[in-house]
């Protein structure tokens, strides 16, 4: 007797179901990838921007100054060099003693401890250069910077164990809370922050040294990176022969967008260093290091728009007489340009992050100047941020993670502008 033939439809639906369950099994690890990811992604946000957003406050005390011409020894105030040389902290000190009404040098000693002297006597001078011949010989109101262990302390006030108390006396503590009460302290927003360069101490630094490097850093980048990757991209597409030498080199190109930023900052160390001499901690070595480190990656972005260009372009463009340079830069280049923009901005993101680099030409210094122009010495905003959390107080890491969250909203900014850019200059065909 011979066996029944089992035809292909119920082959198949015999294996439907299996098919089905692990059709649902894979997507179910792919959601189950993706809400890991986000997960992550928001577990980092919420840790940085919880630790961040509180260094864009601190606390201030108001006090009452006295702008004595003698006790500031400045007798002229038209003279500059006297009004940056005035004895300012003389009068911060004794704002703070009339304030807190002490008069034993013990008591002066702890009223001291509890304010910024030298950070709020930068605000004063801040002030006479502006309007010296006004407020010589006032009295005035003043919102001091008080101390960091200060601004500490009251931040984090009702947390478990009551965090930084441990460094106030009982009636340093007396003091602060009576002027809490008062409102005479109070959070206000740190203006310092993005006003001031770096400092030694926390509550006095900020990111505008770091933020002026990174800006000369990128204008040199995008001086050089821009007009070279365009030009290599264009020959190596439109001019240049097929062989083995232009075959090298596209190799190599996607090679060096793989290496490890640090190669381009050994480079960097040993070509621009030790062979030109060019001085270290500079915008414009760090721009030379990183045009070498984005020019992979704008001369690739670049070709793949000059590839995308119809070659019914080109024809046309031939055909009604136009030369090679012609036909590629009135008609190829143009419609080329949006992508080249997007991968230009794209690397230039790429170098806003990027610190390895920039640590091996030495813009890791500690240097509270912010820079005038491309040859002063400069660091960096990932630099900056690399220094603060390197530092064991806990103002610069509070402050080190705002950085965070403004060169996160920087590499945004960019990043949206590419997109940007993209969808808006772009032409479909």
Request: hydrophobic share 45%; with cysteine.
């Amino acid at each position: 007797m011979t066996k029944p033939e089992i035809k292909t439809i119920d082959k198949v639906n015999r294996t439907l179901g299996k098919r089905y369950r692990a059709e649902k099994r894979f997507r179910l690890y792919g959601m189950l990838s993706i809400g890991f990811g986000l997960l992550c992604v928001l577990f980092l946000f919420t840790n940085i921007i919880g630790k961040g957003l509180s260094g864009f406050t601190y606390h201030y005390l108001q006090i009452s100054v006295e702008m004595d011409a003698t006790t500031l020894e400045i007798s002229d105030t038209s003279d500059l060099n006297q009004i940056l040389a005035g004895n300012y902290s003389a009068v911060v000190k004794r704002g703070a003693y009339e304030y807190f009404d002490v008069s034993s040098r013990r008591d002066k000693s702890a009223a001291r401890k509890l304010l910024s002297v030298d950070g709020t006597g930068y605000l004063l001078q801040d002030r006479f250069k502006v309007d010296a011949k006004e407020i010589i010989n006032t009295k005035s109101m003043v919102w001091a910077l008080v101390d960091d262990k200060v601004d500490f302390y009251l931040k984090r006030l009702g947390e478990p164990g009551e965090p930084g108390k441990h460094e106030f006396s009982e009636k340093q503590l007396q003091w602060i809370h009576a002027a809490v009460e008062s409102g005479d302290l109070q959070k206000r927003f740190n203006w310092a922050f993005f006003n001031n360069g770096d400092s030694a101490h926390s509550e006095e630094a900020g990111i505008r040294g770091a933020v002026m490097g990174s800006f000369y850093l990128l204008l040199v980048t995008l001086a050089l990176s821009f007009p070279i990757g365009i030009a290599t991209a264009i020959y190596l597409e439109e001019y240049a022969p097929k062989n083995k030498w232009t075959d090298l080199i596209e190799v190599n190109i996607n090679n060096l967008a793989a290496v490890p930023s640090i190669i381009f900052g050994l480079l960097g160390l040993a070509i621009f260093l030790a062979f030109f001499g060019f001085p270290r901690s500079t915008p414009l070595v760090g721009g030379f290091v990183l045009t070498l480190m984005t020019l992979p990656t704008i001369i690739i972005s670049s070709r793949a728009s000059i590839k995308a260009v119809p070659p019914s372009i080109r024809e046309a463009a031939y055909g009604l007489g136009s030369s090679k340079m012609q036909v590629t830069l009135h008609h190829v280049l143009p419609l080329a340009m949006p992508g080249m923009l997007t991968g230009t901005i794209i690397g230039l993101a790429q170098a806003l992050g990027e610190s390895a680099p920039l640590l091996m030409i030495g813009m890791a210094a500690f240097i509270p100047e912010v820079p005038t122009g491309v040859s002063d010495p400069a660091t960096a905003l990932p630099m900056q941020i690399f220094q603060w959390f390197r530092n064991a107080d806990a103002g610069f890491s509070e402050k080190a993670s705002a950085a965070i969250l403004v060169l996160l909203m920087f590499l945004i900014v960019m990043n949206t502008l590419a997109v940007w850019a993209r969808r808006r200059l772009e032409r479909r065909w």
